[in-house]
């Protein structure tokens, strides 16, 4: 028996009618006679007769039948016309199956098409008022409806063996993971860890933790090719920013040899970086909308696809408007302004990036792609700016274990034996801003202290990556327009022609002097500007500031005292130790630091209270991350417990060998000895 005609007769003999089944199909069946009822009722004029239940309800009947064969066919069509035939079918597929199935009822009257559009979105809008009420989401509808669609699909491959499929948490800490399990926000993950079939830990990301330094390790073991989330490259004369897609290429084209943990026929889905991918969705530094992917395509042509994602954006919005207001109302500290383009962005970001993403990977697995890696940036971009451990924050956390669980589930039905690792990046810490705690941002401190000119090139939010990744093909402008003019302003790239260029990523900043070429030694910059250093050490708010000397040496300083430090150990220092507030590994973190490419002339730390856990950090974010202090250099790594995992710290590379050295075991990849020349090359 062939291997599709095997997995038809296991869907078949594993269906059992149930009371539960029931119960879906007519609240199925409910939800959308009341929604059409109600809809057809606010429509000006009479259009449903007085016999109008029986008439709903054989358009209900009728509406299900008609999208069942019209569908396959909108996917098809979206699948040939890419972007814009994903943008058009996600905005009309709902009205050209109302308006089939309008004149298949006579006993309905005519509706004009104008009005047929109105009245599809609204019976959408009403829908998910309803399955909300029901059960506080309409996210299992949807993700069933997804399911399903991949089952399909997966009913038409020939394909069977292992596979492996990554899921990253952005931002997500390990013992916030933990936290998370104790409260009982992830109870699929945690039932999970519970019965022994995967286990937790914790893999400590150095500096800079942030999404570019921690991806290019886990996707392409490169360790030292990133300082920061934005940097200024003097070679190239300007500031490259991870949230830029064309600055994200450049990026990766630098770092990549290759052979990166996706090269043997994998998929990169809504990533930074493509881990040298064959197949790369939403990937920022091969960005574009994938509107020729099936999986986005079906997204778009599906009942809860487009529409659900359109109207749960608009819930976000009011959402946010409210949990903003709330905390203005409570004087929650510390807390940064949550208006503007963030609105916005939240909804892009946890509703429709998170819905494309979703429907990809599960076209993916369907078809049988070796490995998968997909980044979900829920949790991080709300962190941001609600905090860390705040209440909306942590609800992004039930969401992302819904989708866990289906992917799951989905990995049963379909025909490689996907295992299942989840990841993260990197973790946040909360804290006041730096503007906030000294009334100016670093950029202006270092102009008071140099007395010339300087600029704050990419002082931008990271947040902006989202919108940047889901209009770089020039599809999505009008979502583009609504996004701050300041802080797209602070996007463009810069030219470097200030004395000092101040470069923030979180809380962290790496100062350049742009006219002189290569790294600078600490000797050269005072040189150049004696009252940098001097002025920079005295700043309140400013924890750590780090040179390197002309013979190698690091120094790390602040205003109550400085070491100077190599790798055999700690050569001088006087007074209070800089280090000491960011435990015991810190001095080995920026040793590694000092390393990487592109690292500043002069680097600075947000200032950090243990007695808080609070840092500093250098953009108006609460949460935030690219330092030390706290748990943001704290990551997650959840696996298989069949996996051989060594005991002990692991780093972000010993997470990369493991993976590949996974996919060796599993004949995904072909073993290979890496020569010398690779090694330089990816930055090792």
């Avoid at 926000?185 to 519970?194: D, E, M, N, S």
């Avoid at 490689?416 to 705690?437: C, F, N, P, W």
């Avoid at 931008?460 to 209009?471: H, K, R």
């Avoid at 050569?571 to 592109?598: I, S, V």
Wanted: aromatic share 6%; hydrophobic share 45%; glycine share 10%.
């Amino acid at each position: 028996m062939s291997r599709r005609s095997t997995l038809a007769a296991r869907q078949i003999t594993r269906f059992r009618p149930s009371v539960a089944w029931l119960r879906g199909v007519l609240r199925s069946f409910l939800v959308s006679f009341l929604a059409l009822a109600l809809t057809l009722w606010l429509v000006p004029g009479q259009q449903v007769p007085e016999d109008g239940t029986v008439s709903v309800a054989s358009l209900v009947v009728v509406v299900l039948l008609v999208g069942a064969l019209l569908r396959p066919l909108l996917t098809r069509l979206t699948v040939i016309t890419g972007v814009f035939g994903l943008l058009l079918t996600g905005f009309l597929a709902q009205s050209l199956v109302l308006g089939v199935a309008l004149a298949l009822v006579p006993s309905i009257e005519p509706i004009d098409f104008p009005e047929i559009v109105v009245v599809a979105w609204l019976v959408a809008v009403v829908a998910a008022v309803l399955n909300w009420t029901v059960d506080a989401s309409s996210e299992e509808v949807h993700l069933g409806q997804v399911l399903g669609r991949a089952v399909r699909t997966a009913r038409r491959t020939d394909v069977s063996g292992p596979g492996l499929l990554v899921v990253q948490l952005d931002g997500v800490a390990e013992p916030l993971l933990r936290q998370a399990a104790a409260s009982g926000a992830i109870p699929f993950l945690t039932r999970t860890l519970r019965s022994g079939s995967h286990r937790l830990r914790g893999w400590h990301t150095g500096v800079p933790s942030t999404t570019p330094a921690g991806q290019a390790v886990l996707l392409h073991g490169a360790e030292l090719a990133i300082p920061a989330f934005r940097w200024y490259d003097k070679t190239r004369g300007r500031v490259l920013q991870c949230s830029r897609p064309a600055d994200a290429a450049e990026a990766e084209a630098d770092l990549s040899d290759g052979r990166g943990l996706l090269a043997d026929g994998g998929a990169s889905v809504a990533n930074l970086f493509s881990g040298d991918a064959p197949l790369r969705a939403l990937t920022m530094s091969h960005a574009r909308l994938p509107g020729s992917e099936p999986g986005a395509a079906q997204f778009a042509a599906s009942r809860s696809g487009f529409v659900r994602s359109v109207v749960l954006f608009a819930g976000q919005i009011v959402a946010e408007w409210y949990q903003g207001r709330r905390q203005r109302y409570r004087d929650v500290l510390p807390r940064v302004h949550r208006g503007g383009s963030f609105v916005f962005l939240r909804g892009l970001t946890t509703v429709v990036l998170k819905d494309l993403s979703v429907a990809i990977v599960a076209e993916q697995m369907a078809r049988g792609v070796p490995v998968v890696y997909v980044d979900f940036v829920d949790y991080d971009e709300v962190a941001h700016h609600a905090g860390p451990t705040r209440p909306e924050t942590m609800r992004t956390l039930e969401s992302l274990d819904r989708v866990l669980q289906f992917f799951a589930e989905l990995a049963g039905e379909v025909g490689r034996d996907y295992e299942i690792a989840v990841v993260s990046d990197h973790g946040q810490t909360q804290g006041s801003t730096y503007l906030q705690l000294s009334g100016r941002s670093l950029a202006d401190a270092v102009r008071d202290i140099v007395e010339c000119e300087v600029d704050a090139g990419g002082e931008s939010a990271e947040v902006m990556g989202p919108a940047n990744l889901l209009t770089a093909s020039g599809a999505a402008q009008p979502v583009r327009r609504l996004i701050d003019r300041r802080t797209r302003q602070a996007d463009a790239p810069q030219d470097g022609q200030a004395a000092v260029q101040v470069v923030a990523s979180g809380s962290i900043a790496h100062l350049y002097l742009p006219d002189r070429p290569g790294r600078l030694t600490r000797e050269d910059v005072d040189a150049a500007l004696p009252t940098l250093l001097p002025g920079l050490r005295d700043l309140e708010h400013v924890g750590v500031v780090l040179t390197r000397r002309a013979d190698g040496a690091v120094v790390v300083e602040n205003a109550h005292g400085h070491r100077v430090l190599s790798a055999a150990g700690e050569l001088d220092g006087e007074g209070a130790d800089p280090l000491a507030p960011y435990g015991d590994g810190a001095a080995a973190d920026l040793l590694l630091l000092d390393t990487r490419r592109h690292v500043g002339d002069v680097v600075v730390l947000g200032r950090y209270d243990p007695s808080l856990g609070e840092v500093a950090a250098f953009e108006e974010l609460v949460g935030s991350h690219g330092g030390l202090g706290g748990w943001q250099t704290e990551a997650l790594l959840v696996h298989p417990a069949g996996w051989s995992v060594p005991d002990g710290p692991l780093t972000g590379l010993d997470v990369h060998r493991l993976l590949v050295g996974r996919l060796v075991e599993l004949g995904l990849r072909r073993s290979e000895p890496v020569t010398s020349d690779e090694l330089v090359g990816s930055g090792r």
